[in-house]
T-cell receptor
Framework: GAGVSQTPSNKVTEKGKYVELRCDPI?????LYWYRQSLGQGPEFLIY????????DSGLPNDRFFAVRPEGSVSTLKIQRTERGDSAVYLC????????????FGPGTRLTVT | QKEVEQNSGPLSVPEGAIASLNCTYS??????FFWYRQYSGKSPELIMF????GDKEDGRFTAQLNKASQYVSLLIRDSQPSDSATYLC???????????FGAGTRLAVHP
């Protein structure tokens, strides 16, 4: 079946601009996660949704970052006033929703802030 | 600070050999343990998960978990050049859903 999809695959933006990154999880998966990966590092947790609500947003680095999942399926990660340090690959994962279960990643969005 | 530690490598093994990848974690409350494979420029791909102490085998892959020692390992038998990738160890954060990742071990399998 279809896996996790993310759009766009690449995004180049200027410092100070606003960006939106989209994630479409595996059909039927109630849990959705956003991670960020910098070169040479493992993914770093940002936020976790169970259904429509953000169950854990402890990884969001500051208030410029915000994510929504209004209908419990597609999620959008929003970054305001982008900074060069936001450049990374943003990964979305989904799981069936039971605690500690397997997470499957999408292809990621490579964000470059110039 | 909850941590997951891996040797960065590269771990170089000849084709057909066993590759052994190791991972230690700091949170004694962790209950779920995962190994992901990541090819250069691609996203992580789940290859093994283990929840109980002991061994779990799937094809050429064996995951081993020792909660008392806070240690997880991945064995790859009959290594192939196509196994050359970075292997990420991930651990749930104290039984909750977010994963803590190590920085990965780069494996190189040479013919």
């Amino acid at each position: 079946g279809a896996g996790v999809s993310q759009t766009p695959s690449n995004k180049v933006t200027e410092k100070g601009k606003y960006v939106e990154l989209r994630c479409d999880p595996i059909s039927g998966h109630t849990a959705l996660y956003w991670y960020r990966q910098s070169l040479g590092q493992g993914p770093e947790f940002l936020i976790y949704f169970q259904g429509t609500g953000a169950a854990d947003d402890s990884g969001l680095p500051n208030d410029r970052f915000f994510a929504v999942r209004p209908e419990g399926s597609v999620s959008t990660l929003k970054i305001q006033r982008t900074e060069r340090g936001d450049s990374a690959v943003y990964l979305c994962a989904s799981s069936s929703g039971t605690g500690g279960d397997e997470q499957y990643f999408g292809p990621g969005t490579r964000l470059t802030v110039t | 600070q909850k941590e997951v530690e891996q040797n960065s490598g590269p771990l170089s093994v000849p084709e057909g050999a066993i590759a052994s990848l190791n991972c230690t974690y700091s949170d004694r409350g962790s209950q779920s343990f995962f190994w992901y494979r990541q090819y250069s420029g691609k996203s992580p791909e789940l290859i093994m998960f283990i929840y109980s102490n002991g061994d779990k085998e799937d094809g050429r892959f064996t995951a081993q978990l020792n909660k008392a020692s806070q240690y997880v390992s991945l064995l790859i038998r009959d290594s192939q050049p196509s196994d050359s990738a970075t292997y990420l160890c991930a651990v749930d954060s104290g039984g909750y859903n977010k994963l803590i990742f190590g920085a990965g071990t780069r494996l190189a399998v040479h013919p």
